[in-house]
């Protein structure tokens, strides 16, 4: 299958694109292409592209790729909106949910005659521990508190 898209070439943070016709199974920096088309600088914006041969590839079956298509509209080469080339972010959901909300779902969502039993309650908490009494031995070899001579 053939399709219409850029050929990256310049220098590191000076981009500019050939805009060529290549199989869509070839790499896109091998350079092997079955005819240059166009050139695009986004630098300097300017904008080469051979009308007739693009409308010759579009007839014959080549696909544009997303960016070429938006620069192709753009120049009016074909007619149509242009595509979303940046994909949208997935809207996140809220992290917590309310436990009533989520056992009234889970009711809802099951089947009639079904019930399913509440979610289990949180640990309750336990009573403060008591503390034990020390043995005796232990408490005899306990350091004493040091008294003063002077008493």
Same mark, same amino acid.
């Not at 039993?117 to 008591?130: G, I, L, S, V, Y």
């Not at 306990?142 to 002077?150: D, H, L, Q």
């Given at each position: 299958?053939?399709v219409? @898209?850029l050929? @990256?070439?310049g %220098?590191?943070?000076?981009?500019? /694109?050939?805009?060529?016709?290549?199989d *869509? @199974?070839?790499?896109?920096?091998?350079?092997?292409?079955?005819?240059e088309?166009g /050139?695009?600088n986004p $630098?300097?914006?300017? *904008?080469? $592209? @051979?009308? !007739?041969r693009i409308?010759?590839?579009l007839?014959?079956g #080549?696909?544009p790729?997303?960016?070429?298509?938006? $620069? $192709?509209?753009s120049? *009016?080469?074909?007619?149509?909106k242009?595509?979303?080339?940046?994909?949208k972010? %997935?809207?996140? !959901?809220?992290?917590?949910?309310d436990?009533?909300?989520? #056992?009234?779902?889970?009711?809802?969502a099951?089947?009639?005659?079904?019930?399913?039993?509440?979610? #289990?309650?949180?640990? *309750? !908490?336990?009573?403060? %521990?008591?503390?034990k009494?020390?043995?005796? %031995?232990?408490?005899?070899?306990?350091?004493?508190?040091e008294?003063?001579k002077t008493e």
């Amino acid at each position: 299958m053939l399709v219409i @898209r850029l050929f @990256r070439t310049g %220098k590191k943070n000076q981009p500019s /694109f050939k805009i060529v016709v290549t199989d *869509k @199974r070839e790499s896109s920096t091998t350079g092997r292409s079955v005819e240059e088309v166009g /050139f695009w600088n986004p $630098l300097t914006k300017e *904008k080469v $592209l @051979r009308q !007739e041969r693009i409308k010759y590839w579009l007839s014959v079956g #080549a696909k544009p790729s997303p960016t070429v298509f938006n $620069l $192709l509209v753009s120049e *009016k080469i074909v007619e149509g909106k242009k595509i979303d080339v940046h994909k949208k972010a %997935k809207e996140k !959901e809220p992290a917590v949910a309310d436990s009533a909300s989520v #056992a009234t779902s889970a009711k809802e969502a099951a089947p009639p005659g079904k019930e399913e039993k509440p979610p #289990a309650e949180e640990k *309750k !908490e336990e009573p403060a %521990k008591e503390e034990k009494p020390v043995p005796e %031995k232990v408490a005899k070899e306990a350091p004493k508190e040091e008294t003063s001579k002077t008493e």
